[in-house]
């Protein structure tokens, strides 16, 4: 009998909202479940590509801003095969970051429209569930300073979180806001039973194309 596959599943939000912490938590107990999962992130800073976006996000050099743009959705082509094979292995994958990310960044400078900012992914493997982590600016203030790297400001999150706020209205995607000013217990709570729930919902059909 041919494996059934595993599911894609993508969290998103601002930064402070708890993504990388929920990530592991969720793979601990997935894995304690007995399921076969593992963590990827976005950008994933260990090849070529994302060595250049390290540098730009640590502010060591500069890049155009649509090229930059080019590069953060490289960085995830790049990685696809490897994806698809995993999924097909009947592996999980828990990804911190997606093309989600990718669009509301750059739709949040100026000049830049969401559509051209989606192309580019277009056609990226689909995830089964995306997660919204939703955190006020003011709740996500209280969680301490931002750091150091490009767009960690207020004033740049914010308009980042507007954008998020337009891409969720898309149907074609499985968004689930998630209430990030909870206990990191509650959250994981939530977390873990929406992202059950898709394990068993995806292993039963093709894996799609986003925003196709
Ligand atoms: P990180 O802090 O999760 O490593 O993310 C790095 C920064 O890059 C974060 O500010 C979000 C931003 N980003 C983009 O601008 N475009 C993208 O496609 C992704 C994945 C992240």
């Known amino acids: ?16 909202a708890g993504k990388t912490t929920q990530s592991k938590k969720l793979l601990q107990a997935l894995q ?21 976006i390290s ?6 050099s500069e890049l155009e801003d649509h090229t930059v743009h080019l590069l953060f959705s490289a960085n995830r082509w790049e990685l696809v095969p490897l994806m698809k094979k ?11 970051r997606y093309a989600f990310s990718g669009a509301a960044f750059t739709s949040a400078k100026p000049g830049f429209s969401l559509d051209w900012c989606k192309k580019t992914d277009e056609g990226l493997p689909k995830p089964d569930l995306v997660m919204f982590l939703q955190l006020s600016p003011a709740e996500a203030a ?9 767009y ?17 209205k898309d149907p074609s995607v499985n ?8 206990s990191v217990e509650d959250v994981h709570k939530d977390i873990k039973t929406h992202s059950i729930n898709a394990i068993n919902i995806a292993q039963n059909l093709p894996l799609g194309e986003l925003w196709k």
Request: glycine share 10%; charged share 30%.
């Open 32 to 52: 304690q479940g007995g399921r076969a999962v593992e963590v990827l992130r976005f950008p994933d800073r260990t090849t070529t590509i994302g060595q250049l």
């Open 142 to 150: 209280l969680r301490g300073q931002f750091g150091e790297e490009r």
């Open 175 to 182: 968004w689930q806001v998630i209430d990030a000013s909870k």
């Open 55 to 60: 540098a730009y996000l640590e502010k060591k």
């Open 86 to 96: 995993k999924l097909e292995q009947g592996t999980t994958l828990i990804v911190d």
């Open 1 to 16: 009998m041919a494996c059934k596959r595993g599911a894609l599943i993508v969290l998103e939000g601002v930064d402070k």
């Open 152 to 168: 960690e400001t207020n004033v740049f999150q914010r308009a980042v979180q507007q954008k998020f706020e337009q891409l969720i």
